[in-house]
């Protein structure tokens, strides 16, 4: 494709060539949070980070980006396109072929008083700078007695599923390598409004964020308001209100259980789904309050069960409504395996809006 023809296509056209989906996506109708009467335009997950980026780049001339071909090339999944050209080599930097490197030199920054936005390709690959992350800029705050603050973010494309077999080392969902770390702020969107409005306020917070973007939702549409907007840190969201039910889940799985929602719905089942869209700092008020509201949990999550998101919200549920519960938890979770190359493979490896739909039916019955 030329330079040309890539100019002539609409938005959403290019999000689908530069992510090579082969997976259909789900209604944006599934999810409304913009009020009716509120202006807002439809935009894809990846247009809403991009245009986030943007607007905080506007609004504050410390905030610039660094990552590997994130310039001309808009990164591995075309979220920066357009903002070297608005901004230029000075605030959207490409880096060397070393994510060490990235997190020590945005690590100094934010030091200095910058707001570096980073970019590693894959949450894979974090672990090359896990140094950085985990053991400088996670302690520093804590260990200077809140003399430094580290305002930094670092954006990371995790999951599969997108029908890309991008395998093994390109696949995983690691949100609690980092959850597990005192300092870190983690968040992971499941929308277009909320991926826009999170980051605007991770980019605003003090601490270092990481931020967590699901690769199969970035062509994934939704309303976002015209107006700033930033969504509070550390605060589930309950997406859809229900009486018998409660779907604990987050990122892509939300949708999931949207849709198993709405399967279950005539059939007389009232589903609640809490999305847990921050990650750590985690909001336990919320999940326990709608676990005594239904009395009944099923917790989902894309990482493997062995010490997954899943065991960690099973226990917030048991601390704060064990005695409201009338069935016992169930939790719907990844294989405990590698990410397979092939697609039919992969397939089996991460839960399916089926696999949601047994799990609430089974607690209910």
């Given amino acids: 494709m030329s330079h040309g023809e890539a100019e002539k296509m ?7 060539t530069s992510l090579g989906s082969t997976k259909p996506v789900m209604s944006p109708d599934l999810i409304v949070q913009v009020p009716q009467g509120v202006p ?10 991009r245009e986030a980026l943007r607007e905080e780049m506007l609004r504050d001339e410390r905030v610039f980006l660094m990552g590997e071909d994130i310039a001309k090339h808009g990164g591995a999944f075309g979220v920066t396109r357009t903002l070297f050209d608005q901004f230029g080599p000075e605030r959207v930097r490409n880096t060397p072929i070393s994510e060490n490197t990235i997190v020590g030199a945005g690590t100094g920054a934010a030091l200095a008083g910058m707001r570096p936005v980073m970019e ?36 990371m ?20 390598w980092f959850a597990h770390i005192p300092g870190l702020k983690v968040v992971l969107p499941s929308t277009p409004y909320d991926a826009k409005g999170l980051l605007k306020a991770a980019i ?47 990122g892509a799985m939300v949708w999931h259980a949207m849709v198993a929602a709405n399967i279950l719905a005539p059939k007389g ?46 226990m917030v549920v048991v601390e704060q409504a064990f005695d409201y519960l009338k069935a016992p938890i169930v939790r ?9 190359f092939a697609d039919s493979l992969e397939k089996g490896v991460w839960p399916e809006t089926d696999d949601v739909v047994r799990a609430i039916q089974r607690t209910m019955a």
């Fill in 10 to 16: 609409t938005s959403k056209e290019r999000d689908a």
């Fill in 40 to 49: 807002a335009k439809e935009m894809s997950y990846q247009e809403a980070i």
């Fill in 120 to 155: 590693i390709m894959f949450v894979d690959f974090a672990g090359l700078a896990m140094d950085q992350i985990c053991t400088q800029a996670a302690k520093l705050r804590f260990m200077t007695g809140g003399q430094c603050k580290l305002p930094w973010v670092l954006r």
């Fill in 157 to 176: 494309p995790q999951g599969g599923g997108a029908g890309k077999s991008t395998a093994a080392q390109h696949s995983q969902s690691l949100e609690v």
């Fill in 204 to 250: 605003r917070d003090d601490s270092p964020t990481i931020f967590l973007e699901h690769k199969f939702l970035y062509s994934y549409r939704g309303l976002v308001p015209d107006q700033d907007y930033v969504l509070p840190l550390g605060k589930c969201d309950v997406k859809r209100q229900g009486k018998d039910v409660t779907v604990v889940t987050s």
């Fill in 269 to 314: 089942i009232s589903v609640e789904v809490v999305d847990v869209r921050t990650i750590s700092p985690l909001d336990e008020d919320t999940i326990g309050a709608s676990a005594r509201k239904t009395g009944r949990v099923v917790l989902v999550a894309e990482p493997c069960r062995s010490y997954g998101p899943t065991g960690e919200w099973g």
């Fill in 332 to 340: 719907v979770t990844g294989r405990y395996s590698p990410i397979p």
